[in-house]
């Protein structure tokens, strides 16, 4: 079930992000997500619009949006390979006509995923805490997905 965070998912959510973070990133050193998660607690989480996968009353993922952007999707490492990241990012589709997200070009299965998800790549550049190299990727809805959803939501 997806819904919208709740403050006791705080922990979880916090949870999900470094683990997954520490996974899917192992060509950054893992002290750089440790050190990271006092910013997260205080400064990213805060500022987004939170949506958490809960199944078995365990936090399984979670989707963040700050405007049009894909601030964060990350899932439980032993959750993963099972939908809820699809299920994650089709609910955030569902939130906006476009979205943008930045990724780690190392990062080979998260770039894939947006890409078989309709993102396109529309520019790269270089994450300034990390140094790393990351790509831009943006997703529109097509045309004719914005009637249906504006349809939708008259009925």
Sequence with gaps: MIRAAKAIDEEAIQEVWLLASLQAHDFIPAAFWWQQQAAMRARYLPAAEIWVCERAQEVQGFVALVDDYLAALFVRPDCQQQGVGRALLDFAKQQRIQLSVKLYCENDIAVNFYL???????????????????????YRQATDDRASLSLCQHT
């Design 116 to 138: 078989n998800q309709g993102f396109t790549v529309i520019k790269e550049g270089t994450d300034v805490a990390s140094g790393q190299p990351e790509l831009y990727l943006q």
